[in-house]
């Protein structure tokens, strides 16, 4: 089944929200010390593509990153990634189910 | 000092044998190669040497023709195609005629080639010196055929390559014709509104190179004519150009072709072609050039925009990459987003070739409501059309693969560049066409805007898929090719041509069909007809020489008694 692509989910906060300049390079995952299941670079295109769905399945996962900034450190981007989950879990707060 | 030279009977020759480091010296023993020639008739200077291009044995060798009165050198090292040049170099500076030098190759053909039996090797090296002063003791001095040239250039093709090197050339006093297909110049730069890298407008810009060329007398614009034949030879070629049933000859020294692409035109129905709301690049580009807002299409607004790239490149037959239409459908993604800054756009690609500074338009693309989605080369987007409805789906490898979907207003398939159908320019010129029909250069680096055929240069986009300053720049380098020939105003062409005995000759005309370059014919009066080999037409292929009956034609630098004695030099040299 595919998912139809629709307007980005509204973040709020737009300009903090950073996701575009993501290349897709997967450092981040790389060196996240939890380890975490779904990769940063995977939820962003879920938030451009307007895929509602797909990010409140990871919800848990989510709230269980430490905001250690270890994956910032080595986004040759420079991608907010913490500021980024911190958004994602206001939205979730205020959109989950 | 040559004259001096040629009077002796027996000449005096100096032998060289190299050891390239370890090259060669570590496989073959020079020094008994040394010892195998020094006492052959004629050689008065023999010994081997560490590096015979290096400077210090080039000034040694200058200095030995002083000495020993030289009239010649056998230097046995790497591959003539490596050096020949570098020992003609030192024989001219020391006063020899270069075309009296051999170079015998025992790097390649000996140490290697044989590197598992260096007495073997050795032993081939003997008997090749050994030919290779044989040969050395009948050259004759040879000089380059000089040949007046016509100061003037034939530009086929008025794109922007082909505008841009004839004001080039007129800035360097040679004249020009400039022969466009098309009623007005300007090729497709022509059609184009702002342009990538620097949003240069492209109407404006051929508007100012047609002021240019308005401004040098010593251009002629032919429009709407073709070149229809090409004869006679190196720097004096004659071609005719054929406009409405009108025929006119010119003299030209050289021809610059800079015929430029045509673009890929899809099939109906390939990714939804044939729709109204699926367009090729260039039908966008004209959407977006005319369109002073939001564009409208299908009496739609234009809300949002899917993007296909590499149609009809990177796949089949077309197996090149078309280089600009990354950055093109790039660059037209931030136009859209000009006219309408909510459009959303998504971009299927491949890989995204936006390559040097284009690479900013991307990161700038995606700042402004551009998305971009990874398809695998063996899975392309599919396009399905409902009624009202495009739908895509493609395989995002951004996503880890994630099936999406988008139903856009308005589908662009990103065509990349074929070679334009040219057959009849291609036959009159004898035009080289590479694998991917696009016309093919000596060598892509270091001799790229020249072609096998003598005098016809190439330049821009017929060459291969090129921006729009690259074909720009492509156009000034052939300029500078034909002028760096044409100024001179003579061509020295290399003398080791065949030519006729015209005692020896009895007119049977064998030889003619031969000759690949059409170099031979039969001339004379009154009853004794001879052949003639037009020198600056010779290549110095040698194909002539066997078929004459009587033996009348011999190639300079290579004659019958040259080959003889090389091939008894080889059967007599002395083996270990
Ligand atoms: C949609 C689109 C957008 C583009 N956007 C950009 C851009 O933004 N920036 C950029 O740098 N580049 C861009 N390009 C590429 C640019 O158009 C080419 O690089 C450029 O046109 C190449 O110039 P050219 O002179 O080699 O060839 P052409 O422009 O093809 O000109 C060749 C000329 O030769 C003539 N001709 C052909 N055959 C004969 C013959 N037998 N006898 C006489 N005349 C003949 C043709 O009629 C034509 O006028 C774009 C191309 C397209 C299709
Ligand atoms: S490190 Fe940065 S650019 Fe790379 S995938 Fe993660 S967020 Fe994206
Ligand atoms: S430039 Fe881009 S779209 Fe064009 S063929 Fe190459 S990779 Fe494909």
């Known amino acids: 089944m595919s998912t139809l692509i629709a307007a980005p989910l509204d973040m709020t906060v737009r300009d903090g929200f950073d996701a575009e300049a993501c290349m897709n390079c ?52 420079g991608v907010h990634i913490t500021e980024n989950v911190r958004l994602l879990r206001g939205w979730l707060l205020r959109e989950g189910r | 000092m040559s004259g001096r030279n040629e009077a002796r009977t027996e000449p005096r020759i100096a032998v060289y044998v190299c050891q390239c480091g370890g090259n060669i010296g570590d496989y073959v023993d020079t020094n008994q190669v040394v010892h195998a020639v020094k006492d052959l008739p004629g050689v008065v200077v023999a010994r081997h040497a560490m590096f015979t291009c290096s400077d210090s044995n080039q000034q040694e060798m200058i200095d030995d023709v002083a000495r020993e009165h030289l009239d010649g050198f056998v230097v046995a090292c790497c591959s003539p195609k490596l050096h020949t040049f570098t020992f003609r170099g030192v024989a001219e500076r020391a006063g020899v005629n270069p075309y009296r030098v051999a170079q015998v190759n025992i790097r390649e053909q000996c140490s290697w080639t044989h590197t598992d039996d260096p007495t073997g090797a050795t032993s081939k090296a003997m008997k090749l010196v050994t030919a290779g002063v044989e040969r050395a003791r009948l050259m004759k001095p040879l000089h380059p055929i000089e040949v007046p040239t016509t100061p003037r250039v034939a530009v086929v093709g008025g794109g922007v390559a082909g505008m841009r090197a004839a004001i080039a050339l007129a800035d360097v006093g040679l004249e020009v014709h400039l022969i466009e297909k098309e009623p007005e110049l300007g090729g497709h730069v022509g059609k184009l509104g702002a342009m990538y890298p620097h949003g240069t407008v492209g109407t404006e810009l051929v508007h100012r190179m047609l002021e240019e060329i308005d401004r040098r007398p010593g251009i002629e614009v032919h429009t709407g004519a073709v070149v229809s034949a090409k004869s006679g030879t190196f720097g004096n070629y004659r071609i005719a150009i054929e406009s409405v049933g009108l025929r006119t000859e010119v003299t030209v020294g050289q021809i610059v072709v800079a015929t430029g692409f045509d673009s890929y035109e899809p099939a109906t129905g390939e990714f939804g072609y044939g729709s109204p709301r699926v367009v090729t690049l260039p039908e966008f ?44 459908a790039v660059h037209a993604s931030l136009l859209a987003a000009e006219r309408d800054p909510s459009v959303r756009q998504y971009h299927l690609y491949r890989d995204l070739r936006t390559y040097g500074r284009n690479e900013v338009m991307f990161g700038e693309s995606r700042k402004r409501g551009s998305y971009y989605l990874r398809f695998a080369d063996d899975d392309p987007p599919l396009v399905s059309i409902d009624g009202e409805r495009i739908r895509l789906t493609v395989h995002d490898l951004l996503t880890a693969g994630a099936e999406l979907a988008l139903e856009p207003d308005l589908v662009v398939l990103v065509t990349g560049m074929v070679p334009r159908a040219n057959d009849e320019l291609i036959g009159a010129l004898k035009l080289p066409v590479g694998r991917d029909g696009f016309l093919n250069e000596i060598h892509p680096k270091l001799r790229p805007v020249e072609t096998v055929v003598d005098g016809v240069l190439i330049a821009g986009a017929c060459q291969a898929p090129k921006s729009s300053a690259e074909s720009v720049t492509s156009g000034l380098a052939a300029a500078a090719q034909a002028a760096a020939v044409l100024r001179r105003g003579v061509a020295s062409l290399d003398p080791q041509v065949a030519i006729v005995d015209s005692g020896a000759c009895d007119g049977c005309g064998e030889c003619i069909g031969s000759c690949p370059f059409g170099a031979i014919e039969m001339t004379g009066t009154g009853g004794t007809v001879v052949a003639t080999i037009a020198a600056a037409g010779c290549k110095g292929c040698g194909a002539c020489t066997p078929t004459c009956p009587r ?26």
Do not use: K
């Open chain 1, 26 to 77: 997967g450092f981040c995952s790389a060196t996240c010390p939890l380890g975490v299941p779904i990769l940063p670079r995977r939820l962003f295109r879920y938030v451009l593509f307007g895929m509602d769905d797909a990010v409140r399945a990871e919800t848990e996962t989510i709230f269980s990153c430490l905001l250690c900034r270890s994956c910032e450190q080595s986004c040759p981007a």
């Open chain 2, 285 to 328: 580009r004209r959407l977006l050039d005319e369109a002073e807002g939001p564009i409208v299409r299908d009496g739609r607004p234009v809300r949002s925009i899917a993007y296909i790239y590499c149609v009809g490149s990177r796949c089949g037959d077309r197996t090149y990459c078309s280089r600009y239409c990354c950055s093109a």
């Open chain 2, 551 to 576: 033996n009348a034609i011999d190639l300079q630098g290579y004659t019958d008694a040259q080959v003889r004695a090389t091939i008894a030099g080889l059967l007599a040299g002395r083996a270990t």
